[in-house]
């Protein structure tokens, strides 16, 4: 991996503030109903991340939230853009069920092409990107929240090829949990989140990617957003701050230590908007 090549492109980014933010329900391992949620820290903590983004040159669109959808805070599941064209979510859950048209609307304002889904998929939770690897290349996560029909879907709404690459842990029950996209061409992730072939494609792919632990996907590392320099991930994730660091990026901490009471970290939160 040649670090000379790490510059930063802005990025424009959805995100929704955590105005009805609770964990109410328990649909991955990380949430507890047990322990309430601090609404005041969770929307500061939003904030900051916003506020992080934006100081990076980065542009964060707004989307309004929805009282009683309290995971609308993670932006990042209710579709997948690529180069203008708009994949819309289908969750798995019903408790989430209407986030996916409060996405289409704001992608229908905006004057975007948008496919509505057949298939149960979490949008970005599930899909990567990486504009710059074979023309365009599509990484596309299954096994625990999107059926691995909708990659095909996928493949004939974006127009680009899409590696389909089952999890088997249900820690890590989204894509995002266990690889993230560190720039046009690189990722980094945690092999034991995917089956042994899916680790054999990952190695094909990207013979020199970071290469992440259970502990760092376990800290939320690898749920992180990356402009091709800066990499924001959660305060937990140090050891995988200092991976990045190695690599050539940096690292740029901020606490959502609220927000992970969901089960997402800065990832999910930040919808990546690609016109």
């Known amino acids: 991996m040649n670090h ?8 424009t980014y959805l995100m929704c503030p955590p105005q009805h933010f609770t964990v109410e329900y328990a649909i ?15 929307l500061k903590q939003w904030e900051m991340l916003r506020d992080t983004l934006g100081d ?25 853009s690529v180069d203008g064209v708009v994949y819309g979510a289908r969750f798995r859950f019903p408790q989430r069920g209407a986030e996916a048209d409060a996405h289409r609307e704001f992608y229908a304002g905006q004057g975007w092409t948008f496919a509505g889904p057949v298939h149960v998929n979490e949008g970005e939770g599930d899909f990567a990107y ?23 879907e996928a493949q004939e709404v974006i127009g680009r090829p899409v590696v389909s690459l089952r999890l088997v ?10 690889l993230a996209v560190l720039d046009d061409r690189h990722v980094t992730y945690y092999p034991g989140a995917f089956s042994p072939a899916s680790q054999r494609v990952l190695a094909q792919l990207f013979p020199d990617a970071v290469l992440a632990d259970r502990a760092d996907a376990e800290a939320f590392g690898l749920n992180l957003v990356s402009d091709g320099r800066h990499v924001v991930l959660n305060t937990e994730a140090t050891a995988m701050g200092d991976k990045v660091r ?12 609220e927000l992970k009471r969901g089960g997402g970290s800065v990832k999910c939160v930040v919808a990546e908007l690609r016109q």
Request: proline fraction near 10%; glycine fraction near 10%; charge should be negative.
């Open 4 to 11: 000379t090549q790490r510059q930063p492109r802005n990025r």
């Open 169 to 178: 842990d249900p820690a890590f029950y989204h894509l995002d949990t266990a």
């Open 130 to 152: 990486l504009p710059g690897a074979y023309g365009g290349l599509v990484l596309a996560g299954y096994g625990f929240r999107t059926d691995p029909a909708a990659h095909a």
């Open 56 to 80: 990076l040159g980065h542009r964060v669109h707004l989307l309004d939230p929805v009282a009683g959808l309290p995971d609308m805070v993670y932006a990042a599941n209710g579709a997948f």
């Open 246 to 257: 190695a690599a050539g990026y940096q690292p740029v901490h901020v606490d959502l230590s």
């Open 28 to 42: 991955n391992p990380w949430m507890d109903t047990t322990v309430p949620v601090d609404a005041a820290l969770a």
